[in-house]
């Protein structure tokens, strides 16, 4: 069986991202960590460095999507130096789930047993995210007037992957765009998805200006990922 890496997009994520890669860690199959650092000019390198995660890192924010390319991208060098039972499985993971990444192993059993080809995780005890359902309710809409499923949390970043399932969805959408448009394309291309539950949690939204921009900012990305791919 392919052991598993786990890819970290992360963009000044200092405070969490040490506890997320030490919990990444120590979930069953995992052999490598991989910390995407998009242009973070914070202490993300060091913490990621400091807790054993691998990093790659660019000098200007490229955005989520190019983030998950660099991290699949050092998993597959990975791959060819050090040859396992195939290519290995890929985890994405937020930076700031700290300890509970811990829990993401239920997105990797299905995965690693044949049963699915991508996992996205449901969390069980969801956070108040202010006002940030009308995306949510955007992507889901989107991808059941896509492919006739309706996941219950469509833009959860925590998934589980095989390599094929990752290359048959490329090109990735944009930016915050990624999550809906891999779910579409995978689903139409006949890949199996599941939803499963998992008890993990990440730093709620707030309403301030900083947030309420990171908002509008993902609901034009997954906008244009559904516009080459669904008529509303």
Not at 2 to 9: E, F, L, W
Not at 28 to 49: E, F, I, N
Not at 80 to 94: E, I, K, S, V
Not at 191 to 213: I, N, S, W
Request: overall charge positive.
């Amino acid at each position: 069986m392919p052991p598993v890496a786990v890819v970290i997009p992360a963009y000044n994520e200092a405070e969490l991202i040490g506890a997320t890669v030490t919990a990444a860690r120590t979930l069953p199959g995992v052999d490598a960590v991989v910390v995407a650092s998009d242009g973070s000019t914070d202490g993300t390198v060091h913490a990621a460095l400091g807790a054993g995660a691998t990093v790659w890192r660019t000098r200007r924010n490229q955005g989520k999507a190019a983030a998950m390319l660099a991290g699949a991208a050092a998993v597959r060098a990975l791959d060819q130096r050090d040859p396992q039972d195939g290519p290995r499985h890929l985890l994405f993971l937020d930076a700031d789930l700290g300890a509970t990444a811990a829990n993401a192993g239920p997105l990797i059993e299905p995965v690693a047993a044949g049963a699915a080809d991508m996992t996205i995780a449901a969390f069980a005890s969801r956070v108040k995210l202010g006002g940030h359902g009308f995306v949510v309710r955007l992507s889901g809409t989107g991808i059941r007037r896509a492919t006739g499923w309706t996941p219950a949390q469509p833009l959860n970043g925590q998934r589980c992957l095989t390599r094929a399932a990752f290359e048959a969805a490329r090109p990735l959408a944009r930016g915050f765009g990624v999550e809906t448009a891999m779910t579409i394309d995978l689903k139409r291309k006949g890949f199996r998805v599941v939803e499963v539950e998992v008890d993990m949690a990440h730093r709620a939204t707030g309403g301030d200006l900083e947030a309420q921009l990171h908002r509008g900012r993902q609901f034009l990305d997954v906008a244009r990922a559904l516009a080459t791919r669904v008529t509303f």
